[in-house]
């Protein structure tokens, strides 16, 4: 539904996004995951067209945004809730972009039902609290029907109450069918939304799994372990544990899936020095920012 | 058809195009009607009636300039490209609600200006528009605002930023173009192709010789003819907002 190949966009010297290449399935909730900065207003820019990609492309449903014809009606995004004029009533607003993709204005009250703004559908939108603007973005998105749905960061600043009734909302769409892509910098609300996480730091793909797999992966414990001898060290655990090398600097490994005790013992029975064995507990949160920083160790041990 | 009527949507749901309209109208009636009601001595002529036009000019050039750059301010310009992801055809059909709008708001102020000083002044034996060149002084202010805001819209789609684009017009406009005919020597030259000279030439330039005053020097300067005038001036807006469009589809939005 969404595919991205390649994707790099540069701004001036800044790389925001690099090489980035992915695809968002129909039917699922798919989470786009990854620091402040990591890049992801601007692959979900470039995806509707309004930057242009510096290399690779990114099609949804097969083609480029910019040959869709009455796009509104393909894809719905809100990517900021602040995109509206605050002097304009909401359905003002909703007017002008259903009557900008010939739909029937009808359907401007439908979405303003569905999103619980009808008594307020007069009032200045630059009078509406965060929850409400968030609800008028969703209600553009949802203008044409679209099988294609793209959330930027739509939990921001929102209370608990609005919060569940966007993830549920999101669920929804899913169920229905259609292609929902969300990001937040937060895996912890990711892990309740998405079914499917594609996780990127610093502008490059750090993973694409399920959200079960990549928590199981991400709060695996691990060891830290630094040696004189670690090529020796690297070929004892080989075989028995996944091995990666952390940020390629301080020259230590990173060891999953075997307990520190196990490590201690191999380079005491094979005489090695050990200058460091630490484990690695970390809350989900923390591993993820793990994860992020050192996107090279991750790509190693894949 | 559907982005006029989207575009029009978009400009009458704020407010500010209301005031705009509202202020250009205001001035140039009001001041006229100060200026007819003082004109002694000698017959009104129709050329009288519209020197005021260019405060008008300025108010709805500013006008134009806001329709493109609120929705910078605001980001409803991304979802204008988002709906409409070609982003020349918005932009043209802002172009055409927004300069016939002023176009209208032009024809409105100018024989509002006209028709008050019929009212207003004591000799109005020459005020009948009895030449084309009666008529142009009269209905040419409808072409001007046109094409002004035609310009403001290109300058507001360039710059981005209401301040930017409203500084460069007024203060192109108002000092700059009058301060170049003060360089020594080259300075009468290069104002003679000044747009907004050029663009006054063309309401107020070539009156019947009857309409002008006793004693008073040709109205406004220039090479050109009146209508070569308007063309110079619609022409230099023409090129401005044809290079917005291109660097607008060109750019990140
Ligand atoms: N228009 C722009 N001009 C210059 N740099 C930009 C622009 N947009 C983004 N960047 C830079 O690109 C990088 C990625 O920014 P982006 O906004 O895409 O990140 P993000 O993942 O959405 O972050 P956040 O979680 O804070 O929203 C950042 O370093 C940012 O400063
Ligand atoms: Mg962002």
Redesign the pocket.
């Known amino acids: 539904m969404i595919e991205a190949t390649g994707l790099t966009?540069h701004?001036?010297k800044?790389?925001?996004?690099d090489d980035l290449s992915f695809s968002v399935q129909p039917g699922r909730v798919t989470g786009f995951l990854?620091?402040?900065?990591?890049?992801?207003?601007?692959?979900?820019?470039m995806i509707l067209g309004l930057?242009s990609p510096t290399r690779g492309k990114v099609t949804v449903k097969g083609r480029d945004y910019r040959s869709l014809h009455d796009p509104l009606r393909v894809v719905g995004a809100l990517l900021d809730a602040k995109w509206v004029h605050p002097n304009r009533s909401a359905r003002a607003h909703l007017q002008w972009l259903a009557k900008s993709n010939r739909i029937p204005s009808r359907r401007v009250d439908e979405v303003l039902d569905i999103v619980g703004l009808t008594q307020v559908a007069k009032r200045r939108a630059g009078g509406f609290s965060l929850g409400m603007s968030q609800r008028l973005g969703i209600a553009g998105a949802l203008l044409g029907d679209p099988e294609v749905l793209m959330f930027?960061?739509p939990v921001n600043g929102l209370d608990p109450e609005g919060i569940l009734w966007i993830r549920q909302f999101m669920h929804r769409l899913a169920d229905e069918g259609r292609t929902v892509f969300v990001?937040?910098?937060l895996l912890s609300e990711m892990a309740q939304t998405a079914q499917d996480l594609i996780v990127?730091g610093r502008?490059k793909l750090i993973s694409q799994t399920s959200t079960e797999q990549f928590i199981k992966d991400a709060t695996e414990d691990t060891v830290r372990v630094r040696s004189p001898q670690l090529d020796r060290l690297r070929e004892l655990l080989a075989g028995r544990a996944r091995i990666a090398d952390a940020a390629a600097s301080d020259g230590a490994l990173v060891v999953h899936g075997v307990e520190p005790s196990f490590i201690g013992e191999l380079a005491a029975a094979n005489g090695i020095t050990l200058h460091e064995l630490s484990p690695q507990l970390g809350s989900l949160e923390e591993a993820f920012m793990q994860l992020t920083k050192e996107s090279v160790e991750y790509h190693a041990a894949d | 058809m559907t982005l006029l009527a989207v575009e029009r949507i978009k400009l009458f749901s704020t407010r500010s195009p209301w005031w705009c309209m509202l202020l250009a109208l205001g001035l140039t009636v009001g001041l006229t009607a100060i200026i007819a009601a003082n004109w002694d001595g000698s017959p009104m002529p129709v050329m009288g009636a519209v020197f005021t036009h260019t405060f008008g000019l300025y108010v709805i050039m500013v006008m134009a300039a806001l329709a493109v750059t609120t929705e910078y301010r605001f980001g409803t310009i991304k979802s204008t490209f988002q709906a409409a992801p070609d982003r020349t055809s918005p932009m043209i059909a802002k172009a055409v609600v927004v300069v016939l709008l002023s176009a209208l708001v032009g024809l409105a102020a100018s024989f509002g200006s006209w028709g008050l000083s019929w009212l207003l002044a004591d000799d109005t034996s020459q005020l009948a528009l009895s030449s084309g060149n009666d008529w142009r002084h009269v209905a040419g202010v409808g072409l001007v605002f046109g094409a002004g805001a035609l310009l403001a819209l290109g300058i507001g789609a360039l710059v981005r930023q209401t301040a930017g684009a409203v500084s460069i017009i007024l203060v192109f406009a108002l000092v700059l173009e009058n301060v170049v005919g003060l360089i020594p020597n080259i300075g009468d030259d290069i104002q003679n192709w000044m747009p907004f000279l050029v663009a006054q030439k063309f309401i107020l330039g070539d009156p019947d010789p009857s309409g002008i005053p006793d004693g008073a020097g040709p109205p406004a300067i220039g090479e050109l003819s009146p209508w070569g005038s308007f063309a110079y001036f619609a022409g230099i807006a023409l090129a401005i907002y044809i290079i917005s469009l291109v660097v607008v589809k060109r750019r990140?939005a």
């Open positions: 966009k701004y001036g800044t790389v925001a996004v990854g620091p402040n900065g990591a890049g992801k207003s601007t692959t979900m820019r930057d930027d960061e990001s937040s910098h990127i502008g | 990140d």
